[in-house]
């Protein structure tokens, strides 16, 4: 039995978690999340805990139990406080700017790169480091990993795009031989 499926969601103020049927929708002050449950998977709300429970033991309803919680529990913490994603940015001349919902980098290509930010997602630049900000956690963390992906850190120098607790295993050069 999973042991993330059997923790209990508290609801924090301000937040509202509506289940209609399978589908589940949060409320909260910085936006609204909706999800629908995978079949088996049963929600009870009650005096601001939500429990997550199965309805039928099969393997799918087994695997899906905690994934379910998990993903309720992100939707209640991301509209009552949000997430955020640091990304740092290594290299000589590489930066970044951020215009309205626009990121422009500098990456030590021929041409700049223009990152359009979905809605939801916000961005703030201070000196090398980018801070994305939003209440879904699914899409910080795809926008971070597609800002990344422009230019991923490489192992010789360090260059690149990497998350802040990243590390990066770095590689010895080359060395002259001795003739």
């Known amino acids: 039995m999973s042991r993330i499926g059997r923790k209990p969601i508290t609801v924090p103020a301000g937040v509202t978690v509506e289940l209609v049927g399978s589908h589940v929708k949060v409320t909260g002050a910085k936006g609204i999340l909706e999800l629908d449950l995978m079949p088996g998977i049963l929600l009870e709300q009650a005096d601001g805990v939500i429990t997550v429970s199965k309805e039928v033991e099969t393997p799918e309803t087994q695997r899906s139990y905690g994934l379910m919680r998990t993903l309720i529990d992100n939707m209640v913490v991301g509209v009552s406080q949000g997430f955020t994603r640091q ?93």
Do not use: C, M
């Open 87 to 179: 990304l740092e940015i290594n290299g000589v001349g590489f930066k970044a700017a951020v215009a309205g919902n626009v990121i422009n980098l500098s990456l030590g290509f021929s041409h700049p790169v223009v990152f359009d930010l979905p809605q939801g997602v916000e961005a703030k630049v201070e000196k090398n480091l980018v801070t994305l900000t939003g209440f879904d956690k699914q899409l910080v963390g795809q926008v971070a990993a597609n800002l990344r992906a422009l230019k991923k850190p490489e192992p010789y120098k360090g260059k690149g795009i990497k998350y802040v607790e990243e590390r990066i295993r770095r590689k010895a050069g080359k060395t002259a031989t001795k003739g």
